[in-house]
């Protein structure tokens, strides 16, 4: 049974997304305040971290960026903010996913859901692999076994999505996605979500493989279609 910690200083909030996750078969633990919920997050061995951004104590924020220092477990971002500031510094830190308040519940399932199986899968292909599966493309390697990946022989860290994302792309070079088709692929989402998810992925991969952002020379940008990565 997935185990899932919830911390969400709005009680009601709180019990409401427990109750329809233990109905779905999720085990679920909830804490109230950021100071302890960053302690259990680094303490305990958890499938998925739902962060509130705002909170008591230490923020959604710097949860996720101390849980991403030493895990890849998902993390879903809770926040009633809509701006966009606070989903890019979100994705940014390595949220998987943000969601916005209100939601419903079954949105918030869904989205669990996606995200817990498409990381089983992962983990479980990386688990029984035998040789490691590696993509060199212009200075550019990519290791899908070991999850790593060096540019110009310099290795650099990628979140979770960051790197499912940039492996998608290389494995099609030269062939046009479009934002709907990258989220439903990577994010494993239809119509739930929002596919700015997408562009904000596209710009920290950038930021880590491209000597110019400006001028990429590895992910295009095709205006009014979506992106395309160049070999």
């Keep these: 049974m997935n185990r899932i910690l919830i911390v969400e200083d709005e009680v009601a909030i709180a019990e409401l997304e427990r109750d329809y996750l233990e109905l779905s078969g999720f085990q679920v633990e909830i804490e109230n305040d950021g100071d302890t919920g960053l302690a259990r997050a680094l303490g305990e061995e958890f499938d998925m971290y739902i962060l509130d951004l705002m909170l008591p104590g230490t923020d959604g924020f710097e949860i996720c960026r101390r849980i991403r220092e030493v895990k890849n ?19 940014g830190l390595g949220a998987d996913d943000y969601i916005t308040k209100p939601f419903s519940p079954s949105e918030l399932v869904a989205r669990v859901k996606a995200h817990l199986s498409r990381y089983e899968r992962l983990i479980g292909s990386s688990a029984n692999a035998q040789n490691n599966d590696v993509i060199e493309i212009r200075g550019i390697r990519i290791d899908k076994t070991a999850r790593r990946v060096w540019i110009n022989d310099e290795e650099k860290q990628f979140t979770t999505k960051e790197f499912d994302l940039l492996t998608f792309l ?24 929002d596919i ?25 940008t095709i205006w009014g279609v979506g992106y395309r990565f160049k070999v």
Excluded: C
């Design 196 to 220: 700015a998810t997408v562009t904000v992925h596209i710009k920290k991969i950038r930021e880590k493989i491209e000597l110019d952002t400006a001028k990429p020379q590895y992910i295009e």
């Design 73 to 91: 477990t998902p993390i879903l971002m809770v926040s009633a903010k809509k701006d966009d500031i606070d989903k890019i510094r979100g994705l």
């Design 170 to 193: 290389a494995e099609h070079p030269n062939h046009v996605f479009t934002k709907e088709e990258l989220f439903r692929e990577i994010w494993d989402m239809e119509s739930i979500g």
